[in-house]
């Protein structure tokens, strides 16, 4: 891989991130919470807060999809959400939550114009994010979409909008 220039993963864990933190509310799915390490490592993301009964590294369902960014992403457990929002926000993070909402903002009018540290709360895969991390929320996101079914798997989502706030942060 070096003729790619990628950093090697024994570096990765001194190298550059962007501030945001990625919090999982109650995320039940092995595989997507592998899949989203994989995102946070790509997107070089600050840390992942894995809240309530999200599975937690290490298991070889999440390496399955992960395939080592276990390793390179910094990661930390924590018995409930609340509990991850207030850390988050002890480090000076804004919180937002990714959901629709009847006062969501869509993911194309957040104009970031500061490296402002962001805490993304990202929800169960039935129930979304639940209601005490909505109430402790600044902003909710949502992101627009035309087809038929109006909503993204997890992991798909974390990507989305990483991908788009890591291009907005301009750093």
Known sequence: MNELERILATDMTQSFKYPII????????MQNVGAIFRTADAFAVEAIYLCG??????HR???KTALGATETVAWTHFPDTISAIN???EKGFHI??????HNSTSLQ???IQ?????????????????????????LSIEIPQWGSKHSL??????GVVVWALVCDMKL
């Open 61 to 63: 369902d999440i390496h």
């Open 87 to 89: 850390a988050a926000k």
């Open 114 to 138: 500061t490296p402002n540290p962001i805490a993304l709360i990202f929800g169960n895969e039935v129930n979304g994010v639940s209601e005490a991390a909505l109430a402790q929320s600044e």
């Open 22 to 29: 990625l919090i999982l509310d109650d995320v039940r799915s």
């Open 96 to 101: 937002y939550s990714v959901e629709q909402t």
């Open 153 to 158: 798997n997890i992991s798909v989502s974390v």
């Open 109 to 111: 009018d957040i104009d």
């Open 53 to 58: 009964y999200t599975p937690c590294p290490p």
